[in-house]
Every structure is written in C-alpha cells, then in structure tokens.
C-alpha cells in the first residue's frame, strides 16, 4: 500500500535529540564527573560496593588487559557468566576498544556454548570455574581451550586459564593514549535470538542502536522511565539477557544509579537484600512477579522502598498484576515490552515517567519516542488502525543492523522500508497503549527466556496459535514445551534414555 494509508504510532512522549554518535561507554558514563563517588555498582553475595570512579577505572583497564590479550577492535568475546561484577567490567570494556560482547548462558550444554562460540567466532571466553569442564570437550570436532581459545576466570582459575586480574589490573595508560575509532554503525552487542523462526542467531547492536534504545528510556526532560541517581536497581534478571543487559545495567550507568547485582533468584535473599538496600526499583519477569506476590516470606520483609517494578520479557496475567499490587500498594507497577532485535524495547509504560500518564492494567506501555510503529494484517500486509489487532512492526535507529552472517533471516525480518516484524499480534487502543494479544512466531518463552529444540527445529515446533478456554498457563513458566517420541519399530526406547538424549543437547 501507498505510504499515506500506514497508520503510524508514536510515542505521548515528543521526540529529543540522542547523542547516538557517542560509542556506548562514552554515552553511559556521560556524567562520570558528576557521579565519581556514587555507588555504581552492589554484589549481593559479598556486600562489595564499586563507585562509579572506580567502575569506570577498571573497565578502562579491563580494555587495556583486552588489548594485551591481544582483542582488536572488531574482535568478539564471549562471556558465560551469572551477574557479577566482572561483567560489567567486561562488557564495557570491550565497547571500549570497539570489540562485541556475545552473551550467553551459563547453564547451556557444550554443544550450545560452542555452537555460538564458534558462529560468533569468539576469541575469548569470560567465565567461572565451575563452567570450565563443559569447555574441555575431549571430541575432535569442538575447539581446544588453550589452543583455540583462551578462558578468563572470575575465580581460581582452574589449569590452562587465566584468572581475572590480568585483565582488571592491566595498567589502563596505554589504552587511553591509544585511542580507537568507533563508528556508531559498528556492532558491539551481540545477544543470540531465534527471532521469529528456527534456530538462535547472532543478533547485531552497534553503539548507535544501545545508546538509542537506553535515551528513548531514560533521556529528556520528561524521561518514559524515570531513573535516578540515588535510585537502588535490582539486577536479578540474567545480565546474558538484552532486558537486563540495557533496561537495567545500561541505563542505570547513564543515570548514575546504584545496581544491585544478584548472581541468582532465591527468593529468601532477594527479600533480605531488597531490605538491605532499599531498592527503589525492581525490573522482573512475570515468574518473579509470581514469587513476589505468592510467596508468604514476603510478608515478613519490608518492601516498602521500592517505586516501580518494571515487568517484561513475556506475558503477566491480570490477576498476577493484581496480587503483586497488593503487596507493594506504594509502587507504580507496569509493563515494559521488548525483543531482542529491536534493540530491545519497543514500548515503555507511561506510568514510569517523570510526568507519568495514567494507563491501563495489562498494557505493555506506549511506543517508545523517536520511534514508528505499525499493526498490520498479517495476512495483505495491510496497515491497521487503533484497536484493532494484527503484526506488531516497529522502525527506528534502536533496532538491530541485522543477523550475523544471515541476509536471508535479516531480510526476512527487516522489510526494506526499514520495519522490524516481530511476529507479536497486539493493538494499540484510544490512549496509544499496545496490548499484546497473541504470538504467531516459533517461540516458546520458558521462565522469560526463550527455549530452543535443536532435535525438532524448525518445523515441528508447533506452537499454538490463540488460547481455549480451557487450558491452564503454568504459573511459574508461564509455558512449558511438551514432545511425543515415537518408538522406530524393532528399537529398545526407555522414558530414561530419551530425557539422557535430549539434556546431552539443551
Ligand atoms: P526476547 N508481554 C508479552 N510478551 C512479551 C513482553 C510483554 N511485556 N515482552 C516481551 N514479550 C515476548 O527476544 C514477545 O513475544 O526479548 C517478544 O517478541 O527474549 C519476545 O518476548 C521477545 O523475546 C524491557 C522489557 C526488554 C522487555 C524486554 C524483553 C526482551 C525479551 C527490555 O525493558
């Protein structure tokens, strides 16, 4: 159809200008003058506090140890770590010398690390020791450690790896007066995603999409997500995962607010340390929402510091954001709503905002600013008007350059007039809040992450499209896969030996 029939949304907030020419640490630590001897960084587990002088410090000497390792700009390093304080060191100080960060999970098999390890062509890993062994693969067909590739440890290095401190106590001089150009337009995030079909893939950031997506959340007068510098966030979402990677670490750094860094969910100390710290601000997944509001320890903690709680990453049920708002009765409770190649966040509630806008229960925000979005039919491509629901599509410089080393999935995703499809079905209604209503990718969201089925990708993953009336969401996973094994005639096949096959693999 002609341009003038799309019907193009906008944000209720205007457009600002974004410094998105700055590379990415230059953007986040803008105001590090200002923010010196704040707190910027918390371990949960040890109590150990970073300051943001200190944090910019050794994230600058972290890019020096980089570069003795011998990471160039362009060069891809892989961290496999839980929230820690070496990540952000790592991250931000490979955005510094203009290398990419692929994050992954620590809990994936060898053949998923090494899977991604090897698409990415990862140089380095970051991790902890106790993930080593799953890099030691004795087969002929997986890269040596040692040989292929060195590993970094956050802890006692085990035999053949380095510990940390080579990188976190390089003398950072030399890396400042050895200067490397950024361009905007290159990559320096590299989060693997499904998207809406088949297998994970490189999902590529540049310095320009992060520094977007982080100002259209927390820049401008009237910001859509009111952070603070003496804001307490928690970081209990795994930072291997875009919406903690930039809605909780990036843009606390650009505000200059203290992160509360959880190595993991347990909700026992999640509370104690909430208390401890006064956490203002809490960025969850509806799992957590579910621990939060049902879990009875709650009651015996005082939450009463926290002002928001920002859900996101799947679908939260009504009556869950009902249970929860009980229970923090203070905060303003509402949804963000992203995906990883739109670097991520397509839509923020007005709630959060410095001048908030009332909204509605079940909302999951306002198109973010300085961005377009579009429903369309998913059927004629056609372009929809308010309330009614179709492919959310959305376009703006946030979104990803595209897939590594896949034009056939970029131009599959990305249409040549620049709209990101992302394979959602929702609306928008009268006061510009998008509802997502239904999905119509092969996606399947376990605990806020995404769940892949190598043995039976593409085409046999089914998922069903809409809801009977009937069927029962687990509350915890919010969806969980099921499979039917069929026995080949004349094979032994035992309920033991297929679960053996299967978790060998995810
Ligand atoms: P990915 N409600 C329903 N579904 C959602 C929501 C939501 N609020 N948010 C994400 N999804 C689903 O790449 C949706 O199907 O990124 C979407 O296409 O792992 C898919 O999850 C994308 O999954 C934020 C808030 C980031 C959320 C995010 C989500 C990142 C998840 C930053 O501030």
Redesign the pocket.
């Known amino acids: 159809p002609p341009p003038s029939s799309t019907h193009i949304f906008k944000s209720k907030f205007p457009d600002i200008p974004i410094s998105n020419h700055l590379p990415l640490h230059t953007y986040c630590f803008e105001n590090i003058s200002d923010l010196a001897d704040r707190t910027c960084l918390i371990e949960g587990s040890t109590g150990k506090t970073y300051s943001y002088a200190e944090t910019h410090l050794i994230c600058q000497k972290t890019a020096a140890g980089l570069t003795n390792l011998g990471i160039k700009k362009g060069d891809v390093v892989m961290v496999l770590l839980q929230n820690c304080a070496e990540f952000v060191f790592t991250f931000m100080g490979a955005s510094m010398i203009g290398a990419v960060t692929t994050t992954a999970n620590p809990f994936y098999t060898t053949a998923e690390i090494f899977k991604q390890f090897n698409t990415s062509k990862a140089k380095l890993i970051i991790t902890q020791s106790l993930y080593v062994d799953k890099l030691r693969d004795t087969d002929d067909n997986y890269p040596k450690l040692g040989h292929d590739f060195k590993v970094i440890t956050v802890d006692d290095p085990p035999e053949n790896c380095l510990h940390f401190s080579v990188l976190s106590e390089s003398n950072e001089t030399e890396m400042v007066h050895q200067s490397v150009s950024i361009d905007p337009n290159d990559a320096v995030a590299l989060p693997f995603?499904s998207g809406t079909t088949g297998l994970p893939k490189g999902v590529i950031l540049t310095h320009k999409s992060l520094v977007t997506s982080v100002a259209q959340q927390v820049d401008g007068e009237n910001p859509n997500l009111y952070l603070k510098s003496d804001d307490v966030i928690l970081c209990v979402l795994p930072l291997f995962?875009?919406?903690s990677l930039?809605?909780v670490l990036l843009c606390s750094l650009r505000v200059g607010a203290a992160v509360l860094l959880m190595q993991k969910f347990e909700i026992g100390s999640l509370l104690e340390l909430i208390q401890r710290h006064r956490v203002s601000v809490a960025p969850v997944v509806p799992p957590l929402v579910l621990a939060l509001a049902k879990n009875p320890m709650v009651a015996k903690f005082d939450l009463s510091s926290i002002r928001m709680v920002?859900?996101?990453?799947?679908?939260?049920g009504k009556e869950l954001e009902e249970a929860l708002r009980s229970r923090v009765p203070q905060a303003t409770f509402a949804?963000?709503?992203?995906?990883?190649?739109a670097g991520?966040?397509l839509s923020?509630s007005a709630a959060f905002a410095k001048q908030p806008f009332p909204t509605k229960s079940g909302s999951?925000g306002t198109v973010v600013r300085n961005a377009e979005l579009k429903v369309i039919d998913p059927e004629t491509g056609c372009s929809l008007g308010y309330n009614l629901p179709g492919e959310i599509c959305i376009r703006g410089t946030q979104i990803m350059k595209g897939y590594l080393n896949d034009d056939e999935a970029t131009a599959a995703t990305i249409d040549v007039d620049g709209w990101l499809h992302?394979?959602?079905i929702g609306y928008v209604d009268n006061d510009e809040e998008v509802f997502?209503v239904d999905?119509v990718k092969e996606?399947i969201?376990f605990k806020g992450?995404?769940a892949y089925f190598p043995p039976t990708q593409p085409h046999s993953l089914f998922t069903p499209s809409g809801k009977h009336p009937s069927t029962q969401k687990d509350d915890t996973a919010g969806e969980v896969p099921v499979a039917f094994v069929v026995r080949s005639k004349g094979f032994e096949l035992t309920e033991e030996g297929v679960k053996e096959f299967i978790s060998k693999q995810v």
Request: charged share 10%; hydrophobic share 35%.
């Open positions: 995603s995962h875009i919406y930039n809605s920002l859900s996101g990453a799947a679908p939260l949804q963000g709503y992203g995906m990883t190649e991520p966040v923020m999951c992302t394979g959602d997502i999905r996606l969201k992450l995404q």
